[in-house]
């Protein structure tokens, strides 16, 4: 018996139904099934107008999961691959800069278990901050908090 296809509309609805998607990655997962006389285009706007697809929720949606581990460079770098920019990305970066360096000295908690006893390890932990995507100051005030000064 044959299977039957799948149309790109009910492709889509399942991908979000799953989690939010930008525009520019559900376009990518849908060109993959894509035949003669389809348009990708317009069913995105169509899924747009139906507030089934929007950039302000995948936004949302991608900094609430990524703010707990990471800092903002990488956060907004991951945005920017997923075609967030402008306006909403300033507005973005606003709003974590805020927090930043509370969620680095968590995430310091959650992988360090005692202050840095020598300048070879203080070295590790900051880079592993580092390769997190936190900013210095978000990094030296972990460290302050750690018990340690990071001159």
Not at 62 to 84: K, P, W, Y
Not at 144 to 151: K, L, V
């Amino acid at each position: 018996m044959a299977k039957l296809q799948m149309s790109l509309k009910a492709r889509a609805l399942k991908y979000l139904s799953a989690r939010e998607h930008s525009r520019l990655e559900l376009s990518r997962k849908l060109s993959r099934y894509t035949q003669e006389g389809d348009d990708i285009e317009a069913l995105l706007d169509t899924l747009e107008a139906a507030k089934l697809l929007s950039q302000s929720r995948f936004s949302e949606s991608l900094v609430h999961r990524r703010a707990s581990r990471f800092g903002n460079s990488r956060i907004l770098s991951e945005l920017q691959t997923h075609g967030i920019d402008g306006e909403a990305l300033n507005e973005i970066k606003a709003n974590l800069s805020q927090d930043e360096a509370v969620r680095a000295c968590e995430v310091w908690r959650k992988r360090f278990d005692h202050p840095p006893t020598d300048a070879v390890e203080r070295a590790k932990q900051m880079r592993f901050l580092q390769q997190r995507g936190f900013s210095r100051i978000a990094i030296q005030a972990a460290m302050r908090a750690a018990g340690t000064s990071d001159d």
